[in-house]
């Protein structure tokens, strides 16, 4: 019954692998999202989706890809792993582009 | 752009004792306010909103008053527990098209027994 649920939950892999992050929500919303957290816990939103379609794309770099299938999932693929794009991952949805977002659980990367 | 500003911490206090945070914001227009908090090892959680001035969030015996002439959303709670250990993150989102949600550097609390 969870809400907004990410996989996989820890992710270890060695520099210049490719890797994906899963998230699907089951709230019905339009909206979702995917946010970087360092390690002083500063959160930073890199994309979101209204719909299926990308709305905001902070800078992030094309190695980053994230794909909506349809309303409910929103994967991030990320290319060529560097040892910064060490972070937690997280996905959150919202019912509208305006209303407060539901997060995941988080997917801790390690890029070795 | 939209910021968010939180006091500086981490914060440590005993059982009981009495907590503020401060949180000052830059926006355009009229945000929503947001307190999220992050306990050991989950994802964040929303505590509490604002949606227009001079509104009181609260939950869980927490409290943030939207104030528009000074920019603020403090969040107070008159006696914390231990259980209430936790990272403590400010947001807005902004009016508009494309608003997202944006957030303070967050603050972690440790309340001692």
């Known amino acids: 019954d969870t809400a907004v649920s990410q996989t996989p939950k820890y992710l270890v892999t060695q520099m210049g692998n490719d890797k994906s992050i899963k998230c699907e929500q089951n709230?019905?919303?339009?909206?979702m999202y995917w946010y970087k957290q360092d390690s002083k816990k500063f959160l930073k939103i890199m994309f979101s989706?209204?719909?299926?379609?990308?709305?905001i794309n902070e800078t992030v770099p094309n190695r980053f890809s994230p794909k909506s299938p349809d309303k409910a999932h929103l994967n991030l693929h990320i290319n060529s792993l560097e040892l910064g794009d060490s972070a937690v991952y997280f996905c959150?949805?919202?019912?509208?582009?305006?209303?407060?977002?539901?997060f995941g659980q988080g997917t801790r990367l390690t890029v070795v | 752009g939209d910021s968010v500003t939180q006091m500086e911490g981490p914060v440590t206090l005993s059982e009981e004792a009495f907590l503020t945070i401060n949180c000052t914001y830059t926006?355009?227009?009229?945000?929503?306010l947001f307190w999220y908090v992050q306990y050991p090892g989950e994802g964040l959680q929303l505590l509490l909103k604002?949606?227009?001035?001079?509104d009181k969030g609260s939950n869980k015996g927490f409290e943030a008053t939207y104030r528009k002439e000074t920019t603020s959303f403090h969040l107070e709670k008159g006696s914390v527990q231990v259980s209430d250990s936790a990272v403590y993150f400010c947001?807005?989102?902004?009016?508009?098209?494309?608003?997202?949600?944006?957030f303070g550097k967050g603050i972690t609390l440790s309340v001692r027994p």
């Open positions: 959150a949805s919202s019912r509208q582009i305006h209303t407060e977002a539901f």
């Open positions: 709230l019905g919303h339009d909206t």
């Open positions: 989706y209204n719909n299926k379609e990308l709305i």
């Open positions: 926006a355009t227009g009229y945000p929503s």
């Open positions: 604002a949606t227009k001035a001079d």
């Open positions: 947001a807005l989102r902004s009016t508009g098209a494309n608003s997202k949600l944006t």
